[in-house]
């Protein structure tokens, strides 16, 4: 029974399988089965093991295949002590390594052990040797990396090719520890919610090493430049930081492969809650894209879009500044084309305090989303204002007015009140908040990195907007809403589901802490009793990744 677990444990595993094409269950999903086959399978060679080495100690037996037999079944177990959610967690390297030898030492020692049931054994290993040719072909093939791939009819014609692992890259350094990278590769295309595999064999202790990561946006009509948001740890993503000579590095010699995961259309709802933590606004930000860009050709159905995305500083809004500015070009195409898309953007900071960073002109308070009203919402700018710029006689009143004429759900006095300004939401006036700051406060401001936006359509009419702060323009800046301390998600899914015209969908991308509240949150507002009053019954979405 372990011989024959062998050939499904492998299919399972295998990023290229036919599982996945014919069932449209991602490989991601599959690895539920991978696991469960691997204990059954761990497990009846315990009990084969135990069963008989009791009468073959007592006989004194040491014959190679009893030996063998051991050196199998001390790989497995090993390969399952290696294998637990901490140890993938903290040393994902170590995992992979260990993996892939422990496998091997157990495929080898069960052959030599039973050759008789050798049958089973070479199905695997086939398996596993099919999906490794392919996912190199695949490498080979998308970075143009193989001589026989490679086309020299751009260098007949004196055309610069972008081919080769160093072409197409770049890499910036956004925070201390995080960095996008942009990657652009001839012919190769995705969709929204997938991810693909990088890798840096040049960085690498093994050629063979890749790491998923999560595209953060989606191929436009003049580019098909990858955006990925990689948040700095050990390992691999530390290397890369120490390989970066400046905060925008081009050339490094990165690899790609994908894309995989199947992506689900969003387009059919007619309100999408989207939740994110942190870089997992990767997940989130392609199908806020998609959606929008769907919606300014006419293929979307959707007449709400929320995004709510956690972040720790004000600043890590220049991480998606230039995504956002793009939906803002494409939410404005919908209008023209009577497709228009209610849409909004909550940042909820959740560690900034006030008196280290700026806080955006527009923001509102807790106690002011729970009734306190326009004037706490002003005495709110003032006092950080006041934290911003110490000096009195440096300070001037022109802050107030901006929050005074800016979108009324940013100041309005509960948060129903809030959702439904926005659902008739008009542009802020034409104000640049940084012309609304003191200069003490404007050097603060943190500018974004790389600000030419490579790979991104530019503004309508061949015109760039201005720059609104951090990398966003005035547009969408308007559509910005800025919060302190953590979303009340439930109240959040309520007022949207209440709202919603009809299938109402919520996906969610970012730490365990955050799914586990969506759920939770979903869960709460989507019951029997709720359907029951005519509340749209809720789709819910979840993207785990290397998990």
């Known amino acids: 029974m372990s011989f024959s677990q062998l050939p499904i444990i492998l299919l399972l595993v295998s990023k290229n399988n036919p599982i996945a094409s014919l069932t449209g269950i991602t490989y991601q999903k599959l690895n539920y089965l991978h696991r469960a086959s691997s204990r059954v399978c761990l497990l009846t060679s315990w009990g084969h093991a135990l069963l008989w080495t009791p009468d073959v100690w007592e006989i004194g037996d040491t014959r190679p295949y009893l030996l063998w037999g051991i050196a199998a079944l001390t790989g497995f177990t090993m390969l399952w002590l290696t294998s637990f959610r901490f140890i993938r967690r903290m040393a994902w390297e170590f995992f992979i390594v260990s993996h892939i030898l422990f496998s091997l030492l157990y495929l080898i020692g069960a052959y030599f052990h039973w050759s008789r049931l050798s049958y089973w054994v070479w199905p695997a290993m086939l398996i596993w040797a099919f999906d490794r040719c392919l996912r190199f072909i695949k490498v080979a093939y998308i970075n143009k990396i193989s001589p026989f791939i490679q086309s020299r009819l751009d260098a007949k014609k004196g055309k610069r090719s972008n081919r080769g ?17 942009t990657i652009e590769r001839e012919g190769w295309s995705w969709k929204a919610g997938q991810h693909a595999f990088i890798s840096a064999p040049s960085l690498t202790s093994s050629p063979h090493e890749s790491h998923p990561f999560s595209i953060a946006n989606i191929p436009t009509s003049t580019s098909n430049a990858a955006s990925f948001l990689i948040r700095v740890h050990s390992g691999f993503t530390k290397r890369l930081l120490q390989a970066l000579h400046s905060d925008v590095e081009e050339g490094l010699p990165l690899l790609i492969e994908g894309p995989y995961g199947y992506p689900h259309s969003l387009d ?6 989207l939740l994110a933590g942190g870089t997992g606004v990767t997940f989130t930000s392609s199908h806020f894209l998609q959606i929008l860009q769907n919606a300014a050709s006419g293929r979307s159905a959707i007449k709400h879009l929320h ?10 809004i220049q991480w998606i500044a230039p995504l956002l500015n793009l939906a803002a070009e494409y939410a404005t195409k919908a209008e023209q084309t009577g497709a228009g898309v209610d849409w909004l953007v909550d940042i909820y900071v959740t560690k900034s305090p006030s008196a280290n960073e700026p806080w955006p002109p527009n923001a509102i308070s807790e106690p002011e989303r729970g009734g306190g009203g326009l004037e706490s919402g002003l005495g709110l700018a003032d006092t950080l204002l006041e934290r911003i710029v110490p000096d009195p006689a440096s300070r001037s009143s022109t802050p107030l007015s901006f929050i005074s004429h800016s979108r009324s759900h940013s100041i309005s006095h509960s948060r129903s009140q809030s959702r439904s300004h926005s659902r008739s939401h008009s542009p802020a006036p034409s104000y640049r908040p940084d012309e609304l700051l003191t200069p003490k406060a404007q050097q603060v401001r943190i500018p974004l990195l790389g600000d030419e936006q490579d790979g991104y359509e530019g503004a309508q009419n061949g015109e760039e907007e201005e720059d609104a702060g951090w990398g966003l323009t005035m547009k969408a800046w308007s559509y910005v809403r800025w919060n302190k301390g953590r979303a009340d998600l439930r109240e959040i899914v309520e007022e949207d589901a209440r709202e919603a015209e009809g299938a109402m969908n919520v996906s969610v991308c970012g730490p365990v802490q955050l799914l586990q509240a969506s759920k939770k949150a979903v869960r709460e507002v989507s019951t029997m009793q709720s359907t029951r009053e005519g509340l749209m019954t809720i789709d819910f979405f979840e993207e785990t990744l290397g998990a």
């Open 165 to 181: 692992p160093k072409r197409g890259v770049k890499v910036e350094l956004l925070e201390h520890d995080v960095m996008r990278v």
């Open 268 to 273: 059919s709802y007619s309100t999408v809650v």
């Open 307 to 316: 995004l709510v995305w956690h972040i720790r500083h004000v600043s890590h």
